[in-house]
């Protein structure tokens, strides 16, 4: 429960600055549970963004924890990737967002495994 905890406050920490001065609402949505079991290689997505506009992609983990967060396009290629250990995040400025059609991307790279969550935000589109 304590871990748990502790994530929900990484979480909350990352997102508190996020969405500031882009003048539209953004909404939390997570990808996979938060304080989900990643084993070596495991991995996760969202949906593609057809009515809303992906903006940010976190994976939350402990500092010891290495992984990567990407956006994917519809051809399946990976876009403003981010490798590393601990809190992984990566906005989107107005320019990289626009435009394209994209999902989000959680994995666990390392050897062990560990407890972590996958959140994206989004502002929301009109749909056809």
Known sequence: MKRRLTMLAVV??????????SGAAAYLEGYSAPGEWFSPGEKY??????????????????????GVITFI???????YTVHGYGVLSRDLTWAETYGW???????NNSAVGYQGGCYGLYEPQACA
């Open 45 to 66: 997505g969202s949906e593609y963004d057809w009515c809303r506009n992906w903006v940010n992609n976190t994976f939350s983990k402990a500092k010891s924890a290495k």
């Open 101 to 107: 059609t994209k999902k989000l991307h959680c994995k």
């Open 12 to 21: 909350l920490a990352v997102f508190a600055g996020l969405g500031a001065g």
């Open 73 to 79: 396009d519809l051809g399946g290629n990976w876009h």
